[in-house]
């Protein structure tokens, strides 16, 4: 970690550190106090891949904060769930 005029730099989606993304998921959300019904959690991770420097901000690979929502491989995922065929979806951490 490097910190720079108070301001501390660490891996994360560009908004929010990776410790933070990576912990709620990991347990906080699995556990009865934030998950009082049970539902069942996957903590997925994607893999952040640029189309190059001339690609522009978004492309179907990218995963930081925003760009996210066009990832096509999340997409995928989240048609499979909601269609009701997402129990094959396991956790995966890049």
């Known amino acids: 970690m490097k910190i720079t005029n108070p301001v501390a730099f660490v891996d994360g989606d560009g908004t929010v550190p ?13 556990g ?4 009082p019904a049970g539902v069942t959690v996957r903590t997925r991770e994607y893999a952040h891949r640029t189309a190059g420097p001339l ?5 179907a690979n990218a995963s930081d904060h925003v760009d996210i929502l066009g990832n096509s491989e999340m997409i995928h995922d989240i048609l499979k769930v ?8 396991a956790d995966r951490i890049e």
């Open 55 to 59: 690609a522009g901000r978004s492309n």
């Open 32 to 35: 009865p106090r934030l998950n």
């Open 82 to 89: 909601v269609s009701g065929q997402g129990a094959d979806i």
């Open 18 to 30: 990776l410790v933070s993304l990576g912990f709620l998921c990991s347990s906080g959300w699995r």
